[in-house]
Antibody, heavy 122, light 106 residues
Framework: EVQLLESGGGLRQPGGSLRLSCATS????????MSWVRQAPGKGLEWVST????????YYADSVRGRFTISRDNSRNTLYLQMNSVGAEDTAVFFC???????????????WGQGTLVTVSS | VLTQSPGTLSLSPGDRATLFCKAS???????LAWYRQIPGQAPRLLIY???SRDTGIPDRFSGSGSGTDFTLTISRLEPEDFAVYYC?????????FGQGTRVELK
């Protein structure tokens, strides 16, 4: 059974940093692209970032490029999102999600974690 | 940009629901997906490549469309279908989501 479990959310002041983690199991992690998607309170889904299975290719939304960094540790089956210079606009539930296709990064997201809440406030 | 309509659909169990997703430019059928998000839960993939149902998705869900206009049809609404639905274009970066359509109980 595919399982994704996010952690690392919490309250941060504007300008602060935090690192989200997504521990996975139940599938060959290094084979699949992984993504982060966020959802501000009461709002819709916003794609944040995607990383290829081998970690060599990364993609970012304009709203986070230069501030957020996606990475993965295939030996630990874990996905990360380093978030720097956060602002109120980054307040959201952050979901990690698995790509459906065994290769490539342009793939729909077929398994999702339950999300971790990031709140940015002074 | 993906624009979904209507914003809200008020229907009853057993009704047919038709949801629309319009792209601002032509996109390949290969890269259009639909998700359902029940309140308080993570999204779930329903349809990918415009018309392929994901594993375990019942056949009351169907997708169609081409070019800039895509449709999700739910033939007979079940209680768990009262939720928010999002389309997504995943064939380019950014992997854009539509703003969502809420299907609510009439």
């Amino acid at each position: 059974e595919v399982q994704l479990l996010e952690s690392g959310g919490g309250l941060r002041q504007p300008g602060g940093s935090l690192r989200l983690s997504c521990a996975t199991s139940g599938f060959p992690f290094s084979t699949y692209a992984m993504s982060w998607v966020r959802q501000a309170p009461g709002k819709g889904l916003e794609w944040v970032s995607t990383i290829s299975g081998n970690g060599n290719n990364t993609y970012y939304a304009d709203s986070v490029r230069g501030r957020f960094t996606i990475s993965r540790d295939n030996s630990r089956n874990t996905l990360y999102l380093q978030m720097n210079s956060v602002g109120a606009e980054d307040t959201a539930v952050f979901f990690c999600a698995k790509g459906k296709a065994r290769s490539g990064t342009y793939t729909p997201l077929d398994h999702w974690g339950q999300g971790t809440l990031v709140t940015v406030s002074s | 940009v993906l624009t979904q309509s209507p914003g809200t659909l008020s229907l009853s169990p057993g009704d047919r629901a038709t949801l629309f997703c319009k792209a601002s430019q032509v996109i390949s059928n290969t890269y259009l997906a639909w998700y359902r998000q029940i309140p308080g839960q993570a999204p779930r993939l329903l349809i990918y490549a415009t018309s392929s149902r994901d594993t375990g998705i019942p056949d009351r869900f169907s997708g169609s469309g081409s070019g800039t206009d895509f449709t999700l049809t739910i033939s007979r609404l079940e209680p768990e279908d009262f939720a928010v639905y999002y389309c997504q274009h995943y064939g380019t970066s950014p992997r854009t989501f539509g703003q969502g359509t809420r299907v609510e109980l009439k």
